[in-house]
């Protein structure tokens, strides 16, 4: 089945905004995602759903089928397996990656992404701790982490993954050596949604806004995670 880049943009974007709820997407989700307007979103709809990619109903919202999603699962594992190759052999920051990521990954061969797959080693996750999908396309945790605003004062957490999608916020956060893997404190939570974070080996703390909060997921520490005794 011949795919352009765009549809293949949209079966993504369902994909992912689909494992966030859980269900049916509605089209308004999707122009809001890909920045276009519903009605664009409505005709392409219908075209995928000619090709068997989605399954469509009036007033509930669209459903990939399995085809549509081997498909979404295939350009996000050639997305984040780009993402792991350029910062680790091409040099480039983590934020500057996604860009370049999704505009290659419509155009590399299965022969390349399996080179990358050995070369690298076949990766879990990607620079931003996203989970890569394995060659098998057998979905990923897409909605793997909690929100660190969950986590009270004195709380540890290791960071799962951050959002790839603002550089700024990543450049922000690499500066501030909040990256996946890093343990971090809640030092304070304050009114207005600003909780301050402080990373292990790291004197200086970040005060961070909620929008950029939502950036970022993170897993307890493994056994408690909520021990109230750790040194803030
Ligand atoms: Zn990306």
């Known amino acids: 089945m011949i795919l352009n880049a765009v549809m293949e943009d949209y079966l993504k974007a369902i994909y992912q905004l689909q494992s966030r709820t859980d269900g049916r997407v509605k089209t308004s989700e999707i122009a809001d995602r890909l920045g276009v307007k519903p009605p664009t979103v409505s005709s392409m709809i219908e075209k995928l759903g000619e090709r068997n990619l989605v399954d469509y109903e009036k007033y509930k919202g669209v459903r990939l089928t399995s085809e549509g999603e081997a498909v979404a699962l295939e350009i996000i594992r050639h997305h984040r397996l780009l993402e792991a190759y350029l910062t680790e052999h091409l040099e480039y920051e983590w934020d500057e990656v996604h860009e370049e990521a999704d505009e290659l990954e419509h155009h590399i061969s299965e022969k390349f992404i399996q080179h990358v797959t050995e070369l690298l080693d076949n990766p879990d996750v990607d620079p931003h701790g996203d989970p890569i999908p394995k060659e098998n396309l057998d979905p990923v945790e897409e909605a793997r982490g909690e929100s660190i605003t969950e986590y009270d004062e004195g709380d540890v957490v290791v960071v799962e993954r951050v959002s790839d999608e603002d550089s700024d916020v990543l450049r922000y956060l690499s500066e501030h050596n909040i990256t996946p893997g890093t343990e971090v404190t809640v030092t304070e939570v304050a009114p207005f949604g600003m909780v301050t974070i402080r990373p292990r080996c790291e004197d200086e703390a970040a005060s961070l806004p ?23």
């Open 210 to 232: 909620r929008d950029v909060l939502e950036h970022i997921r993170v897993r307890p520490v493994a056994g408690d995670a909520r021990s109230e005794d750790f040194p803030a």
